[in-house]
């Protein structure tokens, strides 16, 4: 599911957009206030940012200055009444990818966030884990694991083809130097580090359940 930010004060509006983007399977996180939205941003991964600008304890365009300086390309639609040229050029240098004028119609919004959400690439979902397959990152409970490299390509081909089962030759050809013994030993690995449940189906490999 994708799941957003959004930085508003208002409540009532607030409260509308969740149940609007709610309802077209979003996931919303709700600041009332820059500072909750910064320690929002840094808690959890977001595949989008919806930003008011005249909000509490830190502005949006502020907010979303450092966190391009913090190196968060995170796609960002900046929702303001601010409606002069100079609001607007001030978001964009900020880091904006989009700008929205209050009020608004909501489903302008959603084509909106589909427009900067389409570029996403694929993602794998299984259980608390979620793979971005382009750049191979792992994350569990929205938190970026880290493993080995033949670990992590093991993980990813185990969540890839489940709930089939993945050859032992297929999983081979991820290892170093491959053996029985070496893939028994990261499969263990795996199942200890992660505490998930992987399956030895006989004759053919292993499967994740």
Same mark, same amino acid.
């Given at each position: 599911?994708? @799941?957003?930010?959004?930085?508003?004060?208002?409540?009532?509006?607030s409260?509308?957009?969740?149940?609007?983007?709610?309802?077209?399977?979003?996931?919303? !996180?709700? %600041? @009332?206030?820059?500072?909750? %939205?910064?320690?929002?941003?840094?808690?959890?991964?977001?595949?989008?940012? $919806? /930003?008011?600008?005249?909000?509490?304890?830190?502005?949006?365009? !502020?907010?979303?200055? %450092?966190?391009?300086?913090?190196?968060?390309?995170?796609?960002?639609?900046?929702?303001? %009444?601010?409606?002069?040229?100079?609001?607007?050029?001030?978001?964009?240098?900020?880091?904006?990818d989009?700008?929205?004028?209050?009020?608004?119609?909501?489903?302008?919004? $959603?084509?909106?966030?589909?427009? @900067?959400?389409?570029?996403?690439?694929?993602?794998l979902? /299984?259980? !608390? /884990?979620?793979?971005?397959?382009?750049?191979e990152?792992i /994350?569990?409970?929205?938190?970026?694991?880290?493993?080995?490299? #033949?670990?992590?390509?093991?993980?990813? +081909?185990?969540?890839?083809?489940?709930?089939?089962?993945?050859? @032992?030759?297929?999983l081979?050809l991820?290892?170093?130097?491959?053996?029985?013994?070496?893939?028994?030993?990261?499969?263990?690995?795996?199942?200890?580090?992660?505490?998930?449940?992987? +399956?030895? #189906?006989?004759?053919?490999?292993?499967?994740?359940?």
């Amino acid at each position: 599911m994708t @799941k957003l930010l959004l930085l508003e004060d208002d409540p009532i509006l607030s409260k509308t957009l969740i149940k609007y983007l709610t309802h077209h399977d979003y996931e919303v !996180d709700w %600041a @009332k206030n820059g500072e909750e %939205a910064m320690d929002l941003s840094y808690e959890n991964n977001y595949n989008l940012y $919806l /930003f008011d600008i005249n909000v509490p304890l830190l502005n949006g365009v !502020d907010l979303l200055s %450092a966190l391009r300086d913090a190196e968060d390309l995170t796609p960002t639609i900046i929702i303001s %009444a601010l409606v002069d040229v100079g609001s607007i050029t001030k978001g964009f240098i900020a880091g904006a990818d989009d700008y929205m004028k209050k009020p608004f119609d909501p489903e302008e919004l $959603l084509v909106r966030i589909k427009a @900067k959400t389409s570029s996403l690439k694929e993602r794998l979902k /299984f259980k !608390d /884990f979620e793979i971005d397959i382009q750049k191979e990152e792992i /994350f569990h409970k929205g938190k970026e694991i880290y493993l080995g490299l #033949v670990q992590k390509n093991l993980l990813i +081909s185990l969540i890839k083809n489940q709930p089939n089962p993945v050859t @032992k030759d297929e999983l081979m050809l991820l290892l170093d130097k491959p053996s029985d013994l070496a893939l028994r030993v990261n499969i263990s690995k795996l199942k200890k580090n992660l505490n998930i449940e992987i +399956s030895n #189906v006989r004759g053919v490999g292993y499967k994740i359940i």
